[in-house]
């Protein structure tokens, strides 16, 4: 059963796509790229969006690296915004020092923190800091538990296989009156979900892909688990990529032009086919993508938390180059408009959750 007395949830995510100039039509300089991002967090922290997660990339085409850098950033020129990852790997980084760094920024931000663990989509990390493949799931479970035990904010006493040995460590700083907000960003894995459960972790669901409500069975069974653990937490949510424009066409031909452009490239690195122009229009109407006028991204938005079973919804933006001007016009129309259009949905019983 779904917990419908939960706070409903609107969020960003940013994969740190970089920008193209629109007069040179190459992408800004990382510089700019990475101002742009901080300019953006400002204005959704302006429009009353929930929260911004930033994700961790190590590729050319994505200008952030270090998101708890950038969100330490953001918190300098924000109030109220949460302050997210989507996703920190932490299989191909220590436990201790992620736990750390977010544990300051959390301290610096007035309890703004939060963190979304991941095992990676995309794997250039663990290469690039000396982890093996091979250990891929050992590797994040071994991680995720060791973290489990350092949000505690008690002595530490830990051993391990994939980690370092601690006996009787404090870890500082210290968070006071209360744990550091952590979720588990799972791509459709039973085992991730039950683990999140286990923790007492919320889950995130990458739904970048497909016919969202196809992800319903993972919530039901998140539930089930939880319910097992007596360690339930909520709000689930999802996130997928969209466009939004003041008329179809414009949203349309923006998704085509980038949204196309980056599913591609990330394909060419898995072997997918290129998009055609038959599953980008399959993914608008009935799969993962939110391509629209405001009202029709909304009503989609609503359907699909309604069909999955969730309360926070987070948009994937600037996805494939787009301008900073499209960006920001997305993020404009995204907070004043779908938003609102949403929650008035979600609460006038047009959408029922199940």
């Known amino acids: 059963m779904v917990r419908i007395n939960d706070e409903l949830i609107f969020g960003l995510d940013s994969f740190g796509d970089v920008p193209d100039d629109p007069a040179t039509k190459q992408p800004v300089t990382y510089d700019k790229a990475l101002q742009q991002i901080i300019k953006e967090a400002k204005l959704a922290d302006d429009l009353g969006i929930d929260v911004i997660a930033l994700g961790e990339h190590h590729r050319p085409e994505y200008a952030i690296s270090s998101p708890e850098i950038m969100l330490a950033a953001i918190a300098s020129v924000t109030k109220r915004i949460k302050l997210s990852t989507g996703v920190t790997v932490l299989s191909s980084d220590d436990p201790v020092r992620v736990y750390e760094r977010f544990a300051t920024l959390d301290n610096i931000s007035g309890g703004r923190a ?4 991941g095992r990676g989509s995309f794997t250039e990390s663990f290469p690039l800091f000396g982890y093996d493949l091979n250990d891929y799931n050992e590797l994040f479970e071994e991680k995720v538990a060791m973290f489990n035990e350092l949000r505690e904010g008690k002595p530490v006493t830990w051993e391990s296989e994939y980690t370092q040995d601690l006996n009787n460590v404090e870890i500082y700083p210290k968070i006071t009156g209360h744990k550091l907000d952590t ?3 799972v791509g459709g894995t039973p085992s991730s979900v039950i683990r999140a459960a286990h923790y007492g972790f919320p889950v995130i669901m990458a739904i970048i892909g497909g016919d969202p409500a196809r992800f319903r069975p993972y919530v039901d069974l998140y539930n089930a688990a939880a319910a097992q653990y007596h360690n339930p937490q909520y709000p689930l949510g999802m996130h997928s990529h969209g466009v939004i424009a003041e008329t179809d066409e414009e949203a349309y031909e923006i998704g085509w032009k980038y949204l196309r452009r980056s ?4 394909g060419a690195d898995r072997n997918w086919p290129p998009m055609t122009k038959e599953h980008f229009d399959y993914e608008i109407q009935t799969g993962s993508y939110y391509i629209g006028t ?22 994937i933006y600037g996805a494939g180059g787009q301008t900073a001007a499209m960006r920001e016009n997305i993020l404009r129309l995204y907070g004043q408009k779908v938003v609102p259009m949403v929650k008035d949905l979600l609460n006038s019983g047009t959408y029922q959750f199940k």
């Open 114 to 117: 939060q963190i979304m663990l």
């Open 263 to 266: 599913m591609d490239r990330i």
């Open 183 to 185: 979720y588990i960003g």
């Open 294 to 315: 405001p009202e029709h991204v909304a009503h989609k938005i609503a359907d699909k938390m309604t069909q999955v079973g969730v309360k926070r919804f987070d948009f």
